[in-house]
């Protein structure tokens, strides 16, 4: 049932803090804290005040001040806190105009799934990620003017087969191995229950959870599906909570994309359907896969945009570690059902109308998931009402195709710089129902480039003094 202002001041009843969330540009949660008591109706119609100037991405310091405005709808009782603290994810306002704020990554979701009602298309779109990550033991990493280094470790990492550490029991996972071993070469069963039980703790449904193919704690944990908003908020919980659970353990998660050499990286593979009336528009039992035109042609879209998407679904120079043509990832523009190398798939696990969706297979879990999902929508509307032909389907393995037919598939950009140019260059489809604004999207392709490419293009890489220092 949804939550009202008075369920929320009823739920507090028994806590001392309130925890107030938002998101910034990147898509890293922001928060501070308030007395319970200070939670009233008048707190949800008027706001509360914040520092918009030191949020990145958001507002300069001559017009830093903001509003959060709370959304009942999502309060949770946090479980990482010693302190019991009730926690609201909020949406930012302008403070003058009392109007939601462009830039809040939030706000620009719900303007998405707004927009395809206003287009008619469809009633609701309905959203199911599988965010990947890591969980080591031990990271170090640092650099400077003469020095740049990392240290990752973990009791599953392959190269401690080998280690004098007492004691060593052997049984490493080898690279690629990670998938589905039990215990105890799976060494993290319990923290992901733990996880599994915070996430649904805060009211998020979770299906499965598993290791992950990687050597050294790659782990997954799959959510139940949910409308756009909602799910991408989901995922801001979901991050969160496997963060603290790790650290609560003792260890440390990352959704850094590669943080391995030689190794599977992490994918954020996004499941995407749209509904009208209760009935999914995606299926049609005569269609290939059972997919309906209307499906194909939002597959075109995505197709068709995903250099421009690829900046907001897989947005950072690590990124293009793992989107590497000639590995399992995903970076050849066709569609196929089962098959894993095309960068859209059609999953056939299941025949009922219900389950019948999309997958979109190259953003990571680095991304904004408010900016991602809608992004990934906007694109698949422009497919559907442009009627974009996503060509013939691709049923074979891409990455063993001849060179001759290999040549003849597009493939994704290889870099952080590249899709941002491709941004630059095809944006209109996002900024139709003012959804995406320019101003978002140039202020976003000025903080990548000033803070990831440039600082990452002008050091010196390790592996580059094995290439060139004899030179």
Known sequence: ???????????????????????????????????????????????????????????????????????????????????????????????????????????????????????????ISYWGPEPEFFIFSNVRYGGGTNEGFYYIDSPEGWWNSGSDLRPNFGGQIAPKRGYFPTPPADTLQDVRSKIVMAIESAGVPVE??????????????????????????????????????????????????????????????????????????????????????????????????????????????????????GFEAPVNLAYSQRNRSAICRIPVYSKSPKAKRIEFRAPDPSCNPYLCFAALLMAGLDGIQNRIDPGEPLDKDLYGLPPEEAKLIKQVPGSLDAVLKALEEDHEFLLKGDVFTTDLLETYIAYKRETEVDPVRMRPHPYEFTLYYDA
């Open 208 to 325: 499965v959870h598993h290791h992950e193919v990687a050597t050294a704690g790659q782990c997954e944990i799959d959510m139940r599906f949910d409308s756009l908003t909602r799910m991408a908020d989901n995922v801001m919980i979901y991050k969160y909570m496997v963060k603290n659970v790790a650290r609560q353990n003792g260890l440390t998660a990352t959704f850094m994309p590669k943080p391995l050499f030689g190794d599977n990286g992490s994918g954020m593979h996004v499941h995407q359907s749209i509904w009208k009336g209760g009935k999914n528009l995606f299926f049609d039992e005569s269609g290939y896969a059972q997919l309906s035109d209307t499906a194909k042609y939002y597959i075109g879209g995505l197709l068709k945009h995903a250099p421009a998407l690829l900046a907001l679904a897989a947005p950072g120079t690590n990124s293009y570690r793992r989107l590497v043509p």
């Open 1 to 123: 049932m949804p939550k009202t202002v008075a369920d929320v001041i009823k739920m507090a009843e028994g806590v001392k803090m309130i925890d107030l969330r938002f998101t910034d540009m990147p898509g890293v949660w922001q928060h501070f804290s308030i007395p319970a008591r200070e939670l009233t109706a008048e707190l949800f119609e008027e706001g509360i005040g914040f520092d918009g100037s030191s949020i990145r991405g958001f507002k300069e310091i001559h017009e830093s001040d903001m509003l959060l405005m709370l959304d009942p709808s999502t309060a949770f009782i946090d479980p990482i806190y010693e302190v019991p603290t009730l926690a609201i994810i909020c949406n930012v306002y302008e403070p003058i105009t009392r109007e939601p704020y462009s830039r809040d990554p939030r706000f620009i979701a719900q303007r998405a799934e707004a927009y395809l009602k206003q287009t008619g298309l469809g009633d």
